[in-house]
């Protein structure tokens, strides 16, 4: 073959790992195990570039530590409930299933095309009733013991899709899908305990010492561990029942610049008032319209109802403070109360402003110029650790840090007998209950005799019913005529099935357990999990970085204190790598109305389309399927060739980081590969004798070396520079043909997590033993590591003139004579004598004329 025909070869290579069963993970004690694991995908019916680009980093991982000895598991499997095979349904007129199955069989050969060394005999997708099963199983496993429990909370409701929305499905106040305004409502939902683990959470996270920080730092800002005082203000003419209002303040140190208390619409004062009040019930319930997203409260206008009620300071009783109904204050953060200190939180400035309300500062900057806010300046909000002067503070010095501020003032408080100092978490409750078809069904009965009455294991999985209507607007499993009537499992009498489906991110938070076992009729298998876990190493993107993370972590904790996971898996992720994004330019034109219209890059030449128009170009953006500045895997994959893609993907910049996808990008990699198969070519056809051997052996084994640094390291493009390098010494060498075959062979090895179709071509060719995906790690000499000789540079009057190669352990009088020897130097001197000659030893040579 005088080139390389990737459609011909790797189609080959992929059917012989196949048939050698290479990539199937076996339990060996005898070896060291690795678990590598990719955020596995949602089958949305095809892969996108940006998919190569992280699943080959985990076969680059995977491929290395098989060729380092070790026992791989390297499964993949699909995140396949959700509410867009909801949305295909009524789209396409199909069942979700149906939808899902065929999008996973269409991406799956595409997986294949990759020669990824998945082991496909572990596969499952979310929505096999065999895994949501087990997945019920856990549920009643995590109710007996108290952490799934259910209770009323205040929820997103879309009003139109009757069903309970996410925050993030929550867009300017309205329903992503429906577009209607939600309504905050108050439901009975299932929960999961997590906010009982807030400090185990938070705490383990300085033991991942090989996560990301800035993965952690945002774990830790959303568990949000604060320290704080916990009082309460007693009310005037208050309703019954409400003689006191509680608060929770991280800041007790601005208690003195209180200007209004602040009660949430679904405060229980705020629920009393409204029974009484039209006007007040009236606004409460356009805040309920707003959403629980903290951020979008935070961007809505401020708004107030003073109720005319009235609180006492607790300082002064003689000093009263309005009481409001504020629709920025939650009621599941805190207390749903708080007081209102204008002079430093932005948001109760706005507040104060708005309804006259007073500012009264209680620090400023120790120096500088500073408008107080009294006086129209903002609100002045200092960073913690900053030493401030404290107009009105506690007792202790007047000059002091906000910490030790707010310490003196829950020390002085507890001691005047005002509150209790507490520590609280931001962390709430985890609801687990979507009034929605396409998930999971939560295992429990509703009987009137009996209460609510979890199913029996021996009855599960509970499964959803094929026979469903989408076209009117709810929860299907609520309408459907028979699915949920059922005997109650304690008495036998009718019963009603729980019509809730679970939150997609349960189905998330346990795969990487199951994976070890998938075939288990438990949830886990006891022997699967001790040998497998915990994942050794897992990698995705970092907009997981909190939710999916933090829930798996918590899914952790529960399953062991359950039995389904050994000791010591408390943390499943040992190491986490978070990729960049692949991104690709814009194009798009105008409609007549100015509107823009995307255009997919294979429909663009030269910056024109194919009747000639010109295209507007918006650089290197994050690909999207809206805005069709999508690379199709396939189409390079045909073009190309899988080695090709694989890689430029973890060429071009470090994995941590974004990467632009350009075509220029993928032929240069494209002719890379065809000249390392030229090499190999000439290798084995070079003569048997010629000259620099020893030196080819010796750079042989520094690109071992370098390589396997780069992969261990995560440092794929380091690697991938080295192995460029490398390439570039074998094309000038003239060794003889053992040391080029030699060399070139462990190239091929080095290259083959990357490039692995291509690598076991040239091993065969060059007489490699086996398959190269199961040949060993090549190994470095460090003997061979050591430079006998160094480059030294010259430098004449502090310019660079010239080098030498000299013995690094040469006496510095030789140094010097060899350097004034050398043309550079002698042209220099004209036949005189330098003024000096400086020879810095194994650095550099300097001569002055």
Same mark, same amino acid.
């Given at each position: 073959?005088?080139?390389?025909?990737?459609?011909?070869?790797?189609?080959?290579?992929?059917?012989?790992?196949?048939?050698?069963?290479?990539?199937?993970?076996?339990?060996?004690?005898?070896?060291?195990?690795?678990?590598?694991?990719?955020?596995?995908?949602?089958?949305?019916?095809?892969?996108?570039?940006?998919?190569?680009?992280?699943?080959?980093?985990?076969?680059?991982?995977?491929?290395?530590?098989?060729?380092?000895?070790?026992?791989?598991?390297?499964?993949?499997?699909?995140?396949?409930?959700?509410?867009?095979?909801?949305?295909?349904?009524?789209?396409?007129?199909?069942?979700?299933?149906?939808?899902?199955?065929?999008?996973?069989?269409?991406?799956?050969?595409?997986?294949?095309?990759?020669?990824?060394?998945?082991?496909?005999?572990?596969?499952?997708?979310?929505?096999?009733?065999?895994?949501?099963?087990?997945?019920?199983?856990?549920?009643?496993?995590?109710?007996?013991?108290?952490?799934?429990?259910?209770?009323?909370?205040?929820?997103?409701?879309?009003?139109?899709?009757?069903?309970?929305?996410?925050?993030?499905?929550?867009?300017?106040?309205?329903?992503?899908?429906?577009?209607?305004?939600?309504?905050?409502?108050?439901?009975?939902?299932?929960?999961?305990?997590?906010?009982?683990?807030?400090?185990?959470?938070?705490?383990?996270?300085?033991?991942?010492?090989?996560?990301?920080?800035?993965?952690?730092?945002?774990?830790?800002?959303?568990?949000?561990?604060?320290?704080?005082?916990?009082?309460?203000?007693?009310?005037?003419?208050?309703?019954?029942?409400?003689?006191?209002?509680?608060?929770?303040?991280?800041?007790?140190?601005?208690?003195?610049?209180?200007?209004?208390?602040?009660?949430?619409?679904?405060?229980?004062?705020?629920?009393?008032?409204?029974?009484?009040?039209?006007?007040?019930?009236?606004?409460?319930?356009?805040?309920?319209?707003?959403?629980?997203?903290?951020?979008?409260?935070?961007?809505?206008?401020?708004?107030?109802?003073?109720?005319?009620?009235?609180?006492?300071?607790?300082?002064?009783?003689?000093?009263?403070?309005?009481?409001?109904?504020?629709?920025?204050?939650?009621?599941?953060?805190?207390?749903?109360?708080?007081?209102?200190?204008?002079?430093?939180?932005?948001?109760?400035?706005?507040?104060?402003?708005?309804?006259?309300?007073?500012?009264?500062?209680?620090?400023?900057?120790?120096?500088?110029?500073?408008?107080?806010?009294?006086?129209?300046?903002?609100?002045?909000?200092?960073?913690?650790?900053?030493?401030?002067?404290?107009?009105?503070?506690?007792?202790?010095?007047?000059?002091?840090?906000?910490?030790?501020?707010?310490?003196?003032?829950?020390?002085?408080?507890?001691?005047?007998?005002?509150?209790?100092?507490?520590?609280?978490?931001?962390?709430?409750?985890?609801?687990?209950?979507?009034?929605?078809?396409?998930?999971?069904?939560?295992?429990?009965?509703?009987?009137?005799?009996?209460?609510?009455?979890?199913?029996?294991?021996?009855?599960?999985?509970?499964?959803?019913?094929?026979?469903?209507?989408?076209?009117?607007?709810?929860?299907?499993?609520?309408?459907?005529?028979?699915?949920?009537?059922?005997?109650?499992?304690?008495?036998?009498?009718?019963?009603?099935?729980?019509?809730?489906?679970?939150?997609?991110?349960?189905?998330?938070?346990?795969?990487?357990?199951?994976?070890?076992?998938?075939?288990?009729?438990?949830?886990?298998?006891?022997?699967?999990?001790?040998?497998?876990?915990?994942?050794?190493?897992?990698?995705?993107?970092?907009?997981?970085?909190?939710?999916?993370?933090?829930?798996?972590?918590?899914?952790?904790?529960?399953?062991?204190?359950?039995?389904?996971?050994?000791?010591?898996?408390?943390?499943?992720?040992?190491?986490?790598?978070?990729?960049?994004?692949?991104? =690709? %330019?814009?194009?798009?034109?105008?409609? /007549?109305? $100015? @509107? *823009? +219209?995307?255009?997919? &890059? =294979? %429909?663009?030449?030269?910056?024109?389309? /194919?009747? $000639? @128009? *010109? +295209?507007?170009?918006? &650089?290197?953006?994050?690909?999207?399927?809206?805005?069709?500045?999508?690379?199709?895997?396939?189409?390079?994959?045909?073009?190309?060739?899988?080695?090709?893609?694989?890689?430029?993907?973890?060429?071009?910049?470090?994995?941590?980081?974004?990467?632009?996808?350009?075509?220029?990008?993928?032929?240069?990699?494209?002719?890379?590969?065809?000249?390392?198969?030229?090499?190999?070519?000439?290798?084995?056809?070079?003569?048997?004798?010629?000259?620099?051997?020893?030196?080819?052996?010796?750079?042989?084994?520094?690109?071992?070396?370098?390589?396997?640094?780069?992969?261990?390291?995560?440092?794929?493009?380091?690697?991938?520079?080295?192995?460029?390098?490398?390439?570039?010494?074998?094309?000038?060498?003239?060794?003889?043909?053992?040391?080029?075959?030699?060399?070139?062979?462990?190239?091929?090895?080095?290259?083959?997590?990357?490039?692995?179709?291509?690598?076991?071509?040239?091993?065969?060719?060059?007489?490699?033993?086996?398959?190269?995906?199961?040949?060993?790690?090549?190994?470095?000499?460090?003997?061979?590591?050591?430079?006998?000789?160094?480059?030294?540079?010259?430098?004449?009057?502090?310019?660079?003139?010239?080098?030498?190669?000299?013995?690094?352990?040469?006496?510095?009088?030789?140094?010097?004579?060899?350097?004034?020897?050398?043309?550079?130097?002698?042209?220099?001197?004209?036949?005189?004598?330098?003024?000096?000659?400086?020879?810095?030893?194994?650095?550099?040579?300097?001569?002055?004329?």
């Amino acid at each position: 073959m005088s080139r390389y025909d990737a459609r011909e070869i790797e189609p080959k290579w992929q059917k012989a790992w196949a048939a050698a069963g290479c990539f199937t993970a076996r339990r060996d004690p005898s070896k060291p195990k690795y678990y590598v694991l990719e955020m596995f995908p949602y089958p949305s019916g095809n892969l996108h570039i940006g998919h190569v680009r992280n699943y080959t980093m985990g076969d680059v991982v995977a491929r290395y530590k098989l060729a380092t000895g070790h026992a791989v598991l390297h499964p993949m499997g699909w995140d396949a409930f959700g509410l867009p095979a909801e949305n295909a349904a009524m789209e396409r007129r199909i069942h979700p299933g149906d939808w899902t199955y065929s999008n996973i069989a269409n991406m799956k050969d595409q997986f294949a095309r990759l020669g990824l060394t998945l082991d496909w005999s572990r596969e499952f997708a979310t929505c096999d009733p065999e895994y949501y099963g087990q997945q019920q199983s856990m549920f009643l496993d995590f109710l007996e013991k108290g952490i799934a429990y259910r209770k009323n909370a205040v929820v997103n409701w879309d009003p139109v899709d009757m069903t309970v929305l996410a925050n993030e499905q929550v867009e300017d106040g309205r329903g992503w899908r429906s577009g209607a305004l939600v309504e905050r409502r108050e439901l009975t939902q299932w929960f999961f305990r997590i906010s009982d683990y807030s400090e185990d959470l938070l705490s383990a996270l300085d033991g991942l010492d090989n996560w990301p920080e800035k993965v952690k730092t945002m774990q830790r800002n959303w568990i949000g561990r604060s320290r704080g005082l916990q009082f309460s203000f007693s009310t005037v003419d208050a309703p019954e029942g409400f003689d006191r209002i509680e608060v929770y303040t991280t800041r007790p140190d601005t208690m003195l610049g209180a200007s209004f208390v602040g009660i949430s619409p679904d405060h229980p004062l705020a629920r009393q008032l409204e029974r009484e009040a039209p006007e007040i019930a009236a606004f409460n319930a356009e805040c309920r319209r707003m959403g629980t997203a903290e951020e979008d409260l935070e961007k809505a206008e401020k708004r107030g109802f003073d109720t005319g009620l009235r609180v006492r300071h607790p300082f002064d009783t003689a000093w009263e403070l309005p009481v409001y109904i504020a629709n920025f204050i939650l009621m599941d953060y805190g207390t749903g109360a708080i007081f209102g200190c204008p002079a430093h939180d932005p948001r109760d400035l706005e507040f104060a402003r708005k309804y006259d309300l007073p500012v009264i500062s209680t620090f400023a900057p120790e120096s500088g110029d500073h408008t107080l806010p009294e006086e129209g300046g903002p609100a002045y909000v200092p960073p913690k650790p900053e030493t401030v002067h404290y107009i009105r503070g506690f007792a202790g010095d007047e000059h002091q840090t906000g910490e030790a501020a707010i310490e003196a003032a829950i020390t002085f408080c507890e001691t005047n007998g005002v509150g209790q100092g507490v520590t609280r978490y931001r962390l709430r409750d985890w609801g687990i209950s979507r009034q929605r078809y396409w998930g999971c069904p939560i295992p429990v009965v509703h009987c009137d005799a009996c209460g609510v009455v979890p199913e029996k294991k021996e009855n599960l999985p509970v499964e959803l019913p094929r026979d469903i209507d989408f076209d009117t607007p709810g929860n299907p499993l609520a309408r459907h005529p028979t699915w949920s009537s059922v005997p109650c499992p304690a008495c036998g009498a009718p019963a009603r099935r729980e019509t809730d489906t679970m939150d997609t991110f349960v189905d998330s938070s346990w795969y990487y357990a199951r994976f070890a076992s998938p075939g288990a009729k438990t949830p886990t298998d006891p022997e699967g999990v001790e040998y497998w876990m915990n994942v050794d190493q897992y990698i995705g993107g970092v907009e997981h970085a909190i939710l999916h993370l933090l829930y798996a972590r918590f899914f952790a904790r529960a399953m062991q204190a359950c039995g389904h996971l050994p000791q010591g898996t408390s943390e499943p992720f040992d190491a986490l790598f978070t990729q960049g994004m692949l991104t =690709h %330019e814009i194009y798009l034109t105008r409609d /007549a109305e $100015g @509107r *823009p +219209v995307y255009h997919y &890059p =294979h %429909e663009v030449t030269d910056g024109k389309l /194919a009747d $000639g @128009r *010109p +295209v507007e170009i918006v &650089p290197s953006a994050k690909m999207s399927k809206s805005k069709r500045n999508v690379v199709d895997p396939v189409d390079i994959i045909d073009r190309f060739g899988a080695d090709t893609a694989r890689w430029f993907v973890l060429s071009d910049s470090p994995p941590e980081r974004d990467v632009e996808w350009t075509e220029a990008g993928a032929e240069a990699a494209s002719r890379h590969l065809a000249r390392v198969w030229r090499l190999a070519q000439a290798a084995r056809d070079a003569d048997e004798t010629g000259s620099g051997d020893e030196d080819l052996e010796r750079e042989r084994h520094r690109a071992i070396h370098d390589a396997t640094m780069g992969v261990e390291s995560f440092g794929f493009n380091a690697a991938i520079a080295r192995l460029y390098a490398f390439t570039n010494v074998l094309s000038k060498s003239k060794a003889g043909r053992a040391a080029q075959v030699r060399a070139v062979r462990t190239l091929a090895q080095l290259m083959s997590p990357m490039t692995p179709h291509l690598s076991e071509e040239i091993w065969q060719m060059l007489g490699g033993e086996g398959l190269i995906a199961r040949a060993p790690w090549p190994q470095a000499d460090p003997a061979m590591l050591v430079e006998d000789e160094i480059t030294l540079p010259i430098q004449i009057n502090g310019k660079r003139r010239g080098e030498m190669r000299v013995a690094r352990d040469l006496p510095k009088d030789v140094v010097e004579a060899q350097a004034l020897a050398t043309d550079a130097v002698q042209r220099a001197l004209s036949g005189g004598t330098p003024k000096k000659v400086i020879v810095v030893p194994g650095k550099i040579v300097n001569v002055v004329v």
